[in-house]
């Protein structure tokens, strides 16, 4: 027996598609036997039924597949329909649609207790001053306020607590009436908070602070001083050596001002003028300045008993670039200085006293791509956000090569980082919001201390038992 798949004959006047299957029993042709007839013909009526059965059943169930979709798609479909309804205020699809927005937070069963410490250690100093929760250090600020809104981490009952977060808002004061920086009061502003939480609970006794969260946003972390050699004679207090700091100060070195457990944070930028620059952007997308910078740029570095402002970085780049025709570069203050920053193809973020500089988060969020300069910087959430894809890094002692760097840059991957710094969970991970959205900021110090649970003393009695 063989089983042959031929195509029908096509009549000339209409043209038929597909196959004919046609079966086909050779016989010997053994003489008229009776017997073998029939058990031909049963055999043949059978293989015939079982064929056309599988037929059947092949395009039964073909239909039915084809037709339905799978559980999880139409799950993610229903949940993008109704994100796309009910967000249009968001400034894109794309945010929309990221996958970090759908996916659950990995910080699942933590819970952070907020300690409700009286007001002079914090609400005093944001009623007393509007810049207290809008300029570059008020991560203290939006990160206490994005935990109170958040009822899935923390909780009110402090037994259950994996970690206690201690609001106090040193970086309010933190410019003097001239301008100059002043940390002078932080020390014992915090001391005082520990001295009257450990009068009051048992929890930063018993475990000395280690499961105890501080923020230090500003230049040298939680060595409270805007001079490095002054923040290194002085060193981080003892008494928070044990605890876990969130500071805008990082190094990829051995440095005595991050010598405490320690999770780098961006500073902070308000989401609200960011999203004001992004409305005066171009309209059409074009960006018509190659290199930005504007900011303190010194003719010749202020010597202030022996410092020297940027390590002279920033006059380095003054004197070999100011005038230059691609080169946008301005000393003088412009509060809507973002706008320029969304016109901007390179934005320079040279370090100042300290590395890192709120430039780093402005530039990227803005579209613009940052250039790092700051030798041994340790960049926000360098676990997690890539910052080799959407920036570039020039050496202190290479400022001088600067435009021979960009070029090659801008003639080789420019297009690549661009669409990089376009990807909505880059930008939404170097703001804060209040309450807190998921991969934002805050969302991503949860993450960073999900990963400290070792240092809580509630797991660590459960798994005691």
Same mark, same amino acid.
């Given at each position: 027996?063989?089983?042959?798949?031929?195509?029908?004959?096509?009549?000339?006047?209409?043209?038929?598609?597909?196959?004919?299957?046609?079966?086909?029993?050779?016989?010997?042709?053994?003489?008229?036997?009776?017997?073998?007839?029939?058990?031909?013909?049963?055999?043949?009526?059978?293989?015939?039924?079982?064929?056309?059965?599988?037929?059947?059943?092949?395009?039964?169930?073909?239909?039915?597949?084809?037709?339905?979709?799978?559980?999880?798609?139409?799950?993610?479909?229903?949940?993008?329909?109704?994100?796309?309804?009910?967000?249009?205020?968001?400034?894109?699809?794309?945010?929309?649609?990221?996958?970090?927005?759908?996916?659950?937070?990995?910080?699942?069963?933590?819970?952070?207790?907020?300690?409700?410490?009286?007001?002079?250690?914090?609400?005093?100093?944001?009623?007393?001053?509007?810049?207290?929760?809008?300029?570059?250090?008020?991560?203290?600020?939006?990160?206490?306020?994005?935990?109170?809104?958040?009822?899935?981490?923390?909780?009110?009952?402090?037994?259950?607590?994996?970690?206690?977060?201690?609001?106090?808002?040193?970086?309010?004061?933190?410019?003097?009436?001239?301008?100059?920086?002043?940390?002078?009061?932080?020390?014992?502003?915090?001391?005082?908070?520990?001295?009257? @939480?450990?009068? *009051? =609970?048992?929890?930063?006794? &018993?475990?000395?602070?280690?499961? %105890?969260? #501080?923020?230090?946003?500003?230049?040298?972390?939680?060595?409270?001083?805007?001079?490095?050699?002054?923040?290194?004679?002085?060193?981080?207090?003892?008494?928070?050596?044990?605890?876990?700091?969130?500071?805008?100060?990082?190094?990829?070195?051995?440095?005595?001002?991050?010598?405490?457990?320690?999770?780098?944070?961006?500073?902070?930028?308000?989401?609200?003028?960011?999203?004001?620059?992004?409305?005066?952007?171009?309209?059409?997308?074009?960006?018509?300045?190659?290199?930005?910078?504007?900011?303190?740029?010194?003719?010749?570095?202020?010597?202030?008993?022996?410092?020297?402002?940027?390590?002279?970085?920033?006059?380095? @780049?003054?004197? *070999? =670039?100011?005038?230059?025709? &691609?080169?946008?570069?301005?000393? %003088?203050? #412009?509060?809507?200085?973002?706008?320029?920053?969304?016109?901007?193809?390179?934005?320079?973020?040279?370090?100042?006293?300290?590395?890192?500089?709120?430039?780093?988060?402005?530039?990227?969020?803005?579209?613009?791509?940052?250039?790092?300069?700051?030798?041994?910087?340790?960049?926000?959430?360098?676990?997690?956000?890539?910052?080799?894809?959407?920036?570039?890094?020039?050496?202190?002692?290479?400022?001088?090569?600067?435009?021979?760097?960009?070029?090659?840059?801008?003639?080789?991957?420019?297009?690549?980082?661009?669409?990089?710094?376009?990807?909505?969970?880059?930008?939404?991970?170097?703001?804060?919001?209040?309450?807190?959205?998921?991969?934002?900021?805050?969302?991503?110090?949860?993450?960073?201390?999900?990963?400290?649970?070792?240092?809580?003393?509630?797991?660590?009695?459960?798994?005691?038992?």
């Amino acid at each position: 027996m063989s089983l042959d798949i031929k195509r029908p004959s096509i009549n000339k006047t209409k043209k038929k598609t597909g196959f004919v299957v046609k079966m086909q029993l050779n016989n010997n042709r053994v003489g008229g036997h009776n017997k073998r007839n029939l058990s031909f013909l049963f055999f043949r009526n059978y293989y015939t039924w079982l064929i056309w059965l599988f037929l059947s059943l092949y395009l039964f169930t073909s239909y039915f597949a084809g037709d339905q979709s799978s559980p999880s798609t139409t799950t993610t479909t229903s949940l993008l329909s109704n994100h796309q309804t009910s967000s249009s205020s968001l400034p894109s699809r794309a945010l929309i649609e990221s996958p970090a927005i759908l996916k659950p937070a990995p910080f699942t069963g933590m819970k952070i207790y907020v300690y409700d410490l009286p007001a002079r250690f914090n609400s005093d100093w944001a009623t007393a001053s509007d810049r207290c929760a809008t300029h570059l250090f008020a991560a203290e600020v939006a990160i206490h306020r994005a935990l109170l809104s958040d009822s899935s981490v923390r909780t009110l009952d402090p037994e259950e607590a994996d970690f206690f977060f201690v609001p106090v808002y040193v970086s309010c004061n933190f410019s003097t009436a001239n301008g100059f920086p002043s940390l002078s009061h932080a020390r014992s502003l915090i001391s005082s908070a520990v001295d009257f @939480i450990s009068e *009051k =609970y048992p929890f930063w006794n &018993r475990t000395r602070g280690s499961d %105890h969260v #501080f923020v230090a946003s500003h230049d040298f972390g939680a060595c409270f001083h805007a001079m490095e050699d002054m923040a290194i004679e002085e060193g981080i207090p003892e008494f928070m050596k044990n605890s876990i700091i969130l500071q805008t100060f990082g190094v990829k070195y051995k440095h005595p001002c991050q010598e405490a457990e320690h999770v780098v944070i961006p500073p902070y930028i308000p989401p609200a003028s960011v999203q004001r620059a992004l409305e005066k952007a171009p309209a059409n997308g074009r960006r018509d300045i190659w290199a930005f910078f504007r900011g303190k740029m010194e003719v010749n570095p202020k010597n202030i008993s022996g410092r020297f402002y940027s390590k002279g970085v920033r006059t380095a @780049i003054l004197k *070999k =670039y100011g005038g230059r025709r &691609r080169f946008y570069l301005n000393r %003088h203050r #412009f509060a809507g200085y973002r706008s320029e920053i969304v016109r901007s193809v390179f934005c320079l973020c040279p370090l100042g006293w300290a590395p890192w500089s709120p430039r780093l988060v402005e530039s990227a969020v803005l579209g613009c791509v940052p250039v790092v300069i700051a030798d041994g910087i340790q960049l926000p959430f360098s676990e997690t956000v890539r910052w080799s894809e959407i920036s570039l890094t020039v050496a202190e002692k290479d400022v001088r090569n600067l435009r021979k760097i960009l070029e090659r840059v801008a003639a080789t991957n420019l297009s690549a980082i661009q669409r990089n710094l376009r990807e909505p969970a880059f930008k939404r991970a170097l703001l804060y919001n209040v309450p807190m959205m998921e991969g934002d900021a805050t969302w991503h110090i949860l993450e960073a201390l999900r990963r400290k649970l070792d240092r809580s003393n509630k797991r660590s009695r459960v798994m005691g038992q």
